[in-house]
């Protein structure tokens, strides 16, 4: 076992093995969220981070669930609407009388377009 290193695992020129000074470390405060089912998930901010730049929802990332700070009372699922046709949205803007007149409008300029049209 020739050239092996004494530690394993350890780098070339690193410090003593559970060298705790890597540096200064910012003062933290940990907010704690729950969602629908339960979970809780804790995320840490700076401490000198303004109240109102800490978000009051985020989403799980155990179940995918929005997850609020209030324990007892946790956000819902927002509800999805399905997805809309392009003729969906015409029949909202539109009523059946606007579409009929709209359709003839249309018709009559196709059918003058071609000489076919009635006078």
């Known amino acids: 076992m020739a050239g092996g290193s004494a530690i394993r695992g350890s780098r070339v020129g690193a410090g003593p093995m559970g060298e705790q000074d890597h540096g200064i470390h910012a003062d933290r405060v940990a907010i704690p969220y729950w969602d629908a089912l339960?979970?809780?998930?804790?995320?840490?901010?700076?401490a000198n981070l303004p109240v109102e730049e800490i978000p009051e929802i985020i989403d799980s990332p155990t179940s995918g669930l929005p997850a609020g700070r209030?324990?007892?009372n946790p956000p819902e699922m927002a509800k999805t609407e399905p997805y809309k046709t392009h003729l969906a949205y015409v029949k909202e803007r539109r009523t059946p009388e606007e579409a009929?007149?709209?359709?003839?409008?249309?018709?009559?300029?196709?059918?003058?377009?071609?000489?076919?049209?009635?006078?």
């Open 38 to 46: 339960g979970n809780e998930t804790i995320r840490h901010y700076a």
């Open 70 to 72: 209030d324990k007892n």
């Open 100 to 119: 009929a007149q709209i359709l003839e409008d249309a018709l009559h300029q196709l059918r003058v377009r071609r000489g076919t049209a009635k006078s």
